[in-house]
Structures are given as structure tokens and as C-alpha cells.
């Protein structure tokens, strides 16, 4: 077994890649060596051997090859890629650890006409009764007066992007972000509330660091009546025994019910009330690379992993998209955001995102 030398001066470094892995040793390893050091610092990176050291190294050179060839197109594309804690990792390394979280909701049910399950609370036209589907008429009639860009963190109403990290529960994360913007809208205070007792706490209903529902995480804190806060319930990344379940917590962020929705065009709607969690493919290169600009796969339309729905806009050229918040922390994407493209890619839309949206109501 190579020794445990994680950290090693360069020229040795440069010596040891030419005995143990000659053809690593080729053209334009000092400035690439280089470049790898500089980001282990940034990201805080050690590795426990030489070997994986070295093994590292070739898939981050093969990382920034991808996202260096991307971003010779990025004109064309419409998007850049960049660097980020990820870029160490293969793409199959990548999508084992932070996507798969997400299940499809346990109460979907297929609806070939794409209208909102159970109905939406609200719209921009006028009350529609609960329990009741919004119809065409009143799809039509909100959209007409609908603004052509929307986002909720214009109006503080959402928090900045969280980091899962090494637990893969992107629908803990989801399920949450959608109750405290919720909890500001209707004229509460902007709260970080608390993943963790989700994780914890709701095993009977979700698994943990494993995939779970998001409408399964809402109704759970529906009746628990209400979230405990970040403070109050820290962020561990790994499950552990729910401090909970025995005290008096102080509980915040009471929702009333739990709602569906499928569709792009019920989706703008309902996203004009409140964020909605939605699940995505997250599986590819591109947007394990994602730095700026309007994503547009290539991706399945099989979700995988939750993310949630804040807005959306069309760019100077046109091009609709939706605006999202992700949990991969803030050192992805635009500071943990994204932009998907919308309205271009069949009832489903882009990498399923369309298929279907989970929201709270207060």
C-alpha cells in the first residue's frame, strides 16, 4: 500500500507521478499540478495516499478538460461551466452521493391534461375554492396578468442556498426551503429552520440520508405543527437520534396542507404564491460543472433529486427559464441557484422538472 502522504512539495510530487504513473507525467503537468494544489487549498482537500492523490489529480485534469472544451461553445451553449468542490469527482462518483434523493410523490397521480392536482388555493385572477382543480379559464386569465419575470428572492423571501453534503436527502432540503419562504410570505419572518429533525426524526415515513418524499417531509411537519429552527436543530449531514421526539420543542412555520401540481404553465402559476419543490434529472457532467447561465442538459426527464422552483424570466434573447435553488451549497452554480430552460421541452419539461411540484400551505 503507498504511503499516507497526503500533502507533498511539488517537485517530489512531480517525481513520484513520473515513477508510479509515468504517462500522468506528460506535457503541461506542472501547471496542472499547480492548479490542483491551489484548488485542494481552496476546498480543503487531503487525500489519504499517494496513489489516490494521483488518481485525483486524473479526474480533476479530465474535469477541467470538460469544462474547458464546454466553455470554448459557452456562446453557443448559453451556459459556462467552472470549477467547484465536485471537481474531483467522476460524474458516476457524483451522482451516487448527491442525486437520487428525491422519490416521485407517493399521492401523484397521472394527469394526462397537465392541470394542478387537487387544485391551487389561489390565483392571480381570484379565489378558486380549495379542494377544486383551477380550470382553463383560469389558468388562462392568471397568466394573462401574469409579470414575465418573477423571483422570490427579490422580495426576501428566501433563504441562501444549504449544502446536504454527504446525506442524501435533497427532499429534506426541498421540503424546508419551501416552508420558510412560505413562513415570509405570509408575513413571518424569513427563519432558517432545521433539516436535520426531518432526517432524524421522520424515519417512520422517509429514510434518512437515503431517497425520501418531499410531500411525505411537508405533511410530517404539518403535523407536528410546524418546524424547529437551524439553531435550535443543526445541520449534521448523517442521521442521527431525534432530539425531538421527547421535549417540548418550540415549533414555528405551522402549515395547514400539503398540495401537487404538474405542468410548466400551472407551474408559473403556482410559483407566482410560493416556491415549489420540484424534482429534476441532476445526473450529468454539465450540471455537476454548472457555474452561470440557462441550463439545457442534456438530461432524462426520470427525477432524481429535489430542488426548488423560486421564479422565472426570459433573457435578452428571448430564451424563458426557470430560476431554481439548489442544495449543493453556495460554492455551485450562481451561489447555489440556477437557471433551467422552460417552456421548450414537452409536457414533462426539461430534465422532468415539470413532472411534478410539491408546495405547503399556510
Not at 301 to 327: M, P, R
Request: net charge negative; aromatic share 8%; charged share 25%.
Amino acid at each position: 500500500m503507498a504511503p499516507s502522504l497526503p500533502w507533498l512539495p511539488l517537485p517530489l510530487l512531480l517525481i513520484l507521478c513520473a515513477m508510479l504513473h509515468p504517462t500522468a507525467a506528460n506535457g503541461g503537468d506542472l501547471l496542472m499540478l499547480d492548479r490542483f494544489h491551489r484548488w485542494m487549498t481552496t476546498h480543503g482537500r487531503v487525500y489519504p495516499s499517494v496513489d489516490e492523490k494521483l488518481h485525483r489529480l486524473e479526474v480533476y485534469r479530465r474535469n477541467v478538460e470538460f469544462i474547458e472544451a464546454s466553455n470554448r461553445e459557452s456562446e453557443r451553449l448559453g451556459y459556462e461551466l467552472g470549477e467547484n468542490e465536485f471537481t474531483d469527482l467522476t460524474n458516476e462518483e457524483f451522482s451516487a452521493r448527491y442525486t437520487g434523493g428525491a422519490l416521485v410523490p407517493k399521492d401523484d397521480r397521472e394527469d394526462s391534461g397537465g392541470a394542478i392536482v387537487d387544485g391551487i388555493i389561489t390565483t392571480l385572477a381570484g379565489d378558486v375554492n380549495e379542494g377544486h382543480r383551477m380550470s382553463t379559464a383560469d389558468l388562462n386569465s392568471s397568466l394573462s396578468v401574469a409579470p414575465k419575470s418573477f423571483d422570490w428572492r427579490d422580495h426576501g423571501a428566501v433563504t441562501p442556498a444549504k449544502n446536504q453534503g454527504g446525506c442524501d436527502c435533497c427532499w429534506a432540503f426541498a421540503a424546508v426551503a419551501t416552508v420558510e419562504s412560505l413562513n415570509k410570505i405570509n408575513g413571518g419572518e424569513l427563519l432558517d429552520l432545521s433539516e436535520q429533525e426531518l432526517v432524524d426524526c421522520s424515519v417512520a415515513d422517509q429514510n434518512g440520508c437515503k431517497p425520501g418524499y418531499i410531500d411525505d417531509a411537508l405533511k410530517w411537519i404539518q403535523n407536528k405543527g410546524g418546524a424547529v429552527t437551524e439553531a435550535e436543530y443543526s445541520y449534521q449531514a448523517r442521521v442521527g437520534v431525534c432530539k425531538t421526539t421527547q421535549t417540548g420543542a418550540k415549533r414555528v412555520a405551522a402549515i395547514t396542507d400539503v398540495k401537487l401540481v404538474d405542468g410548466e404553465l400551472w407551474l408559473r402559476v403556482a410559483v407566482l404564491k410560493r416556491p415549489v419543490a420540484v424534482g429534476i434529472d441532476a445526473q450529468g457532467a454539465v450540471l455537476q460543472n454548472y457555474k452561470t447561465g440557462i441550463y439545457k442538459g442534456p438530461c432524462t426527464t426520470t427525477t432524481n433529486h429535489a430542488v426548488v422552483l423560486i421564479g422565472y424570466g426570459v433573457s435578452d434573447n428571448g430564451e424563458e427559464y426557470w430560476i431554481l435553488k439548489n442544495s449543493w451549497g453556495e460554492g455551485w452554480g450562481q451561489k447555489g441557484f440556477f437557471f433551467m430552460r422552460r417552456g421548450a421541452d414537452g409536457p414533462e419539461g426539461l430534465c422532468g422538472v415539470a413532472r411534478w411540484g410539491t408546495y405547503p400551505v399556510m
